[in-house]
């Protein structure tokens, strides 16, 4: 079976003359860099909103300015480290000739942002000057028809089979199975006393069934501490929730945050 392919006039940003654009994904976590090339210049706005923009060279945009074109557009995650992806794009165009011309050398403008991303995965891994340098190398222009890659079956996130509870002569849950895949959400509804809470309950650690078996990203949970569960990243929330009223509201936050500080 064939990939699908994109349509031809389907209104890419490639399809203006002399514009090309590349990616760089890490593979080691989910983050990277994306740029739009413009090697014989462009006239280019910003409108940069929030009380906490991570922004770079966005200065040059603003109409009053000497400068009236730039040669690239850097988007990146990693927070204010991404930023660096703009090195490696100024270092990409100098060495293709591109850039201003202020007779001593000629310099890339390359306005950049980022966005937040550093709770997915290894905070420690983000976008550089390298990867800059990678997403330039790999742009294109071309309008041609690009074959799009055939999503890879994905894997539950959350997996119960088999979950048998009880309390004495009470069986709150018998032979429950559910699977939860990624990015899917999911709602259990019942009336009192189905067994709603004694499934969180399993699924959390805080029961232990007498049957069955909990897989979350494909590790076996059965053994584990409810601190264990927890630090791997399967939690539940209670009905009634409330703050601890001796403390302030960062203190509070930071009760919350604990298992994911370093």
Known sequence: MSSPTWPAHAGAITDVAGIEVGH???SRRPTGCS???????????????????GTRETDLLAPSN???RVHAVMLAGGSAFGLATADGAMRWLEEQGVGLDVRFATVPLVPAAVLFDLPLGDARIRPDAAAGYAACAAASGAGALAPMPAPAAAAPVLQA???????GGIVALNDVSIEVMPDELLAVIGPNGAGKTSLMNCLSGFYKPQQGRIRFKGKDLRG???HEIAAAGLARTFQGTHIFSGMTVV????????LRMK
Do not use: K, S, Y
């Not at 740029?35 to 923009?53: F, T």
């Not at 089979?161 to 309390?167: D, S, T, W, Y």
């Open 24 to 26: 760089f994904t890490d």
């Open 161 to 167: 089979q088999g979950l048998r509870m009880a309390f």
């Open 251 to 258: 203190e509070n936050i930071m009760v919350g945050r604990h």
């Open 66 to 68: 000497l400068v009236e």
């Open 35 to 53: 740029v739009v090339l413009a090697r014989g210049g462009a006239v280019a706005g910003v409108d940069v909103r929030g009380a906490a923009p």
């Open 224 to 226: 584990r501490g409810v």
